[in-house]
């Protein structure tokens, strides 16, 4: 444990000691990890890996942590599941889900980035940790920084869904309702931490948080056997997921783990309602556009990301691409993953199977190809985007003439109409 060098900028490669910082005072590019792969390469291996913990922890030697975990020991590891029934809908023999709707602690992939962060935070020797959020973000250092002891402040547009704030009051933590979109909350943030002097894991420790992210792709690879897939559909917010999937495959390929090479080609998932990376991808825009949110999938709702480009970069590169869906085809989304497979997903989930379906019937996929689409967070989170759509009857008699009753006019009549009208 242990291999990082350093921070180096990923525009102008100026190199820092590590730090809690994420912009380069030379050029303002975004600050990255910088590894020492060579150190790494003669350490790791399969076996050290299978050896290791059921959590993203087994991958500790590729993660940015000068020693073990200090918080979310028991993070990652969640199933791929092989999706045959959604597969045969879209006409996919070899489709997987990567279900983090089950991550612990907190039901979503933030519960990577948070170890890492909070792991960080306590080596920086913070006492405070905080972030701006979406939703899930918040839910998971509100529940990380209660394991950990840690004061806790946590900055969230004042609109969420009841359970997504719920779940940072439950923990204990100060929950900071802002009026104003995702951007402003996270402008807010920047301005708090540099006054108050506390970690904000998605602003002075992102460089750190992101690469929590690599683990969701290392599982992938190992759970398919040491490989990488052909295709991953991933939803975007800030757009760091997107960018780390692919860096673990890379990394993966470069310390000699994988059979066979890295082709995998990377799609970026939006709602229309806030599709700045899709839009910039389907375009060929060179500039990002920023937008003003409008859609019912709030946890992928940032009009401003922090990595837009290099989200939509990795979708050109890797000759994957982008597409976006409306807040009713995401419903639809939800309900399709929920009936074929059993995985109930929050709105992001919703957006990204949704998209996959899209981009199936668009013919960008091949019929064997493996086709990986990540799930990264809970439908019982966001039960408001379902619960106009799903009605709930008055209960009936305890006696079985009122089961036959029911039974006749709710189940067996509407199918026999079916069975009569020709389709
Ligand atoms: C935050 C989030 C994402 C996207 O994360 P980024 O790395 O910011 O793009 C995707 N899905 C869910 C459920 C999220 O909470
Ligand atoms: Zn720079």
Redo the contacts with the bound molecule.
């Keep these: 444990m242990g291999y990082v060098l350093g921070l180096r900028c990923r525009e102008c490669g100026a190199e820092y000691e590590k730090q809690p910082t994420h912009v380069c005072e030379l050029c303002f590019g975004p600050l990255e990890v910088a590894y020492d792969y060579d150190a790494i390469k003669k350490t790791v291996s399969r076996e050290k890996i299978e050896a290791g913990p059921r959590s993203m922890w087994r991958y500790a030697d590729l993660l940015p942590v000068d020693g073990p975990p200090s918080v979310g020991k028991q993070v990652g590891f969640t199933p791929l599941v092989k999706a045959e029934r959604l597969g045969a809908e879209l006409g996919l023999n070899n489709l997987y889900v990567k279900n983090d709707a089950v991550n612990h602690p907190t039901l979503?992939?933030?519960d990577r980035v948070v170890s890492v962060a909070l792991t960080k935070a306590r080596e920086f020797g913070f006492t405070t940790v905080a972030c701006a959020s979406?939703?899930?973000?918040a839910n998971s250092v509100a529940a990380q920084a209660a394991e950990g002891g840690f004061d806790c402040y946590v900055f969230i547009p004042s609109d969420l869904e009841q359970n997504k704030v719920l779940g940072n009051l439950i923990y204990g933590a100060k929950v900071v309702a802002v009026d104003g979109v995702y951007d402003e909350v996270n402008r807010l943030c920047a301005e708090v931490g540099d006054k108050y002097g506390w970690a904000f894991a998605n602003i002075n420790l992102r460089p750190f948080y992101g690469d929590g992210?690599k683990s969701y792709g290392y599982e992938i690879a190992e759970q398919l056997g040491w490989r990488a897939p052909d295709h991953v559909i991933v939803?975007?917010?800030?757009?760091?997921?997107?960018t780390k999937i692919p860096k673990a495959f890379r990394e993966f390929e470069k310390l000699g783990l994988l059979d066979g090479p890295v082709n995998t080609k990377i799609y970026a998932a939006q709602a229309s309602g806030c599709n700045p990376i899709t839009s910039m991808v389907k375009t060929g825009a060179e500039v990002l556009r920023p937008q003003r949110p409008n859609t019912i999938a709030k946890?992928?709702a940032?009009g401003n990301?922090a990595?837009g480009y290099y989200?939509s970069d990795i979708c050109r590169k890797t000759g994957g691409g982008a597409e976006d869906v409306t807040d009713d085809e995401l419903i639809d989304g939800i309900r399709l993953l929920a009936q074929t497979e059993g995985i109930w997903t929050?709105t992001?989930?919703g957006v990204t199977v949704a998209v996959t379906r899209k981009l199936a019937e668009q013919g960008r996929f091949g019929r064997d190809d493996v086709v990986v689409i990540a799930i990264?967070?809970n439908g019982l989170k966001t039960p408001e985007a379902v619960k106009d759509r799903l009605s709930v009857e008055l209960g009936i008699a305890p006696t079985l003439a009122a089961f036959d009753a029911e039974y006749e006019l709710r189940y067996r009549l509407p199918n026999l109409e079916k069975e009569l009208v020709p389709a």
């Design positions: 979503s992939f933030k979406t939703g899930n973000l992210s939803p975007c917010a800030g757009g760091s997921l997107i946890s992928i940032i990301p990595d989200a929050e992001a989930g990264t967070g």
